[in-house]
């Protein structure tokens, strides 16, 4: 059974860089194929997109409240895809969720990791 592992959230300071890591693993694993997506969900909210990345690691997509802010990328060899976070806001507090499109639709992520807190303090 394949599971989706992050790491590397914590506190920090408005303005502040933060790099989280979410590693694939399991029977079955062929996380090449997948797309990859960033998710976050903010106390009180609902949890909303953040960034995504094809197979191939070309052609990343932010939602317009981290563009230019945070980066996405993956190492297929290492199973792993990554979101840099720098000039962090309060406003991004948050639990961060990797998840996976291994269907290849584009819109619907069948599989999630468990989370990691991201806490920004002003």
């Known amino acids: 059974q394949v599971q989706l592992v992050e790491s590397g959230g914590g506190l920090v300071q408005a303005g502040g860089s933060l790099r989280l890591s979410c590693a694939a693993s399991?029977?079955?694993?062929?996380?090449?194929?997948?797309?990859m997506g960033w998710f976050r969900q903010a106390p009180g909210k609902e949890r909303e997109f953040v960034a995504r990345?094809?197979?191939?690691?070309?052609?990343?997509y932010y939602a317009d409240s981290v563009e230019g802010r945070f980066t996405i990328s993956r190492d297929n060899a290492k199973n792993t895809v990554y979101l840099q976070m720098d000039s962090l806001k309060p406003e991004d507090t948050a639990v961060y969720y990797c998840?996976?499109?291994?269907?290849?639709?584009?819109?619907?992520?069948?599989?999630w990791g468990q989370g990691t807190q991201v806490t920004v303090s002003s």
């Open positions: 998840a996976a499109d291994r269907r290849w639709t584009g819109t619907t992520y069948d599989l």
């Open positions: 990345v094809t197979r191939g690691g070309t052609f990343p």
């Open positions: 399991g029977s079955g694993l062929t996380f090449s194929d997948y797309i």
